[in-house]
Nanobody, 129 residues
Framework: VQLQASGGGLVQPGQSLRLSCAAS????????IGWFRQAPGKEREVISC????????????YYSDSVKGRFTMSRDNAKNTVYLQMNSLKPEDTAVYYC???????????????????WGQGTLVTVSS
């Protein structure tokens, strides 16, 4: 299982971007999906996560403090895609962004990267004036 992130680009501080996470061959709705980022010289970090349809709290979302209130996840099951809407972007949001699936509600709710696998190619987001 591998996912493909897209939608990155160069934006100015304060602007918005929407990233997409797509898959083929399986239904994203069935899985926990996490968004991650890795800035130059730093470790990959979980920034958000959404629960899958197998969980009673389907579509509950979790966000790291660094993006809470600015980033929002959503699903379009007809397109088999998960989105990350990023508003009020800051230079410190500059990173390569990835998405990955998990079967663990606990790893999602605690934003624990160890519960995720199937990293695909990421998409670069650069926030600069």
């Amino acid at each position: 299982v591998q996912l493909q992130a897209s939608g990155g680009g160069l934006v100015q501080p304060g602007q918005s971007l929407r990233l997409s996470c797509a898959a083929s061959g399986f239904a994203l709705a069935d899985y926990v999906i996490g968004w991650f980022r890795q800035a130059p010289g730093k470790e990959r970090e979980v920034i958000s996560c959404i629960l899958g349809s197998a969980d009673r709290y389907y579509d509950d979302e979790y966000y790291s403090d660094s993006v809470k209130g600015r980033f929002t996840m959503s699903r379009d099951n007809a397109k088999n895609t998960v989105y990350l809407q990023m508003n009020s972007l800051k230079p410190e949001d500059t990173a390569v962004y990835y998405c990955a699936p998990s079967s663990s509600r606990y790893k999602c709710s605690t934003l624990d990267a160890s519960g995720f696998a199937g990293w695909g190619q990421g998409t670069l987001v650069t926030v600069s004036s």
